[in-house]
């Protein structure tokens, strides 16, 4: 079974831009969750979506949004890029939204904002 | 209160040796407490998991301590080897929420 991939795997932006992010789940998993990681912050929760619903949001300004398909891929959207968004984002997949269902992640994206 | 501290940020060990790292937690709502393993180039991957009910799970050469009155746990890797060499993190989570919080990693090097 195929794990879950991160398209692009790099990208490099400027100030203001936007841009979109797109992860593809493990086939079946129907829960996707969004992580930043940078170094010293670890990894912190942006969203999570199950069924196409947002369930769940971190502490992150409006900038960052993100969608879930009904065939459970989803992307996440950065308007207005900033300096401070340079970091990898991780998407995660499972089963089912119910902890402890054990949660995948694919490789990351690296995002540069310059 | 949502907060997972983790120490230490890194760790140098030799082959064969105990490795261990701390992680602490405040709200007392988490109910789930995974560790991930992640290698350069990749996502973190799932290691090992506790839930509060048990004080202690092992899983070959890793092991989860927990102590729920301190709010801490610590995962003990024996006999470390090169291979063993990644970045780990714990996190926590409460059931009702789906939503993990992680700690800011420690870089594992464990020498030959």
């Known amino acids: 079974k195929a794990g879950v991939t991160q398209t692009p795997r790099y990208l490099i932006k400027t100030r203001g831009q936007q841009v979109t992010l797109s992860c593809s789940p493990i086939?079946?998993?129907?829960?996707v969750s969004w992580y930043q990681q940078t170094p010293g912050q670890g990894l912190q929760f942006l969203f999570e979506?199950?069924?196409?619903?947002?369930?769940n949001k971190g502490n992150f300004p409006g900038r960052f949004s993100g969608r879930q398909f009904s065939n459970s891929r989803s992307e996440m959207n950065v308007s207005t890029l900033e300096l401070g968004d340079s970091a990898l984002y991780l998407c995660?997949?499972?089963?089912?939204?119910?902890?402890?269902?054990?949660?995948?992640f694919g490789p990351g994206t690296r995002l540069t904002v310059l | 209160q949502q907060q997972v501290k983790q120490s230490p940020q890194s760790l140098i060990v030799q082959k064969g040796g105990i490795s261990i790292i701390n992680c602490a937690y405040e709200?007392?709502?988490?109910?789930?407490f995974p560790w991930y393993q992640q290698f350069p180039g990749k996502g973190p991957a799932l290691l090992i998991a506790?839930?509060?009910?048990?004080s202690e799970k092992k899983e070959g050469r890793f092991t989860i301590s927990f102590n729920k009155s301190a709010k801490q746990f610590s995962l003990h890797i024996m006999d470390s080897q090169p291979g063993d060499s990644a970045t780990y993190f714990c996190?926590?989570?409460?059931?009702?929420?789906?939503?993990?919080?992680f700690g800011t990693g420690t870089r594992l090097k464990v020498l030959a």
């Open positions: 995660a997949s499972s089963l089912t939204p119910v902890v402890p269902d054990t949660q995948y």
């Open positions: 086939s079946g998993h129907r829960s």
């Open positions: 979506y199950f069924s196409e619903t947002q369930r």
């Open positions: 709200n007392t709502a988490f109910d789930y």
């Open positions: 506790i839930r509060p009910d048990v």
């Open positions: 996190a926590a989570s409460d059931s009702g929420t789906y939503k993990y919080i």
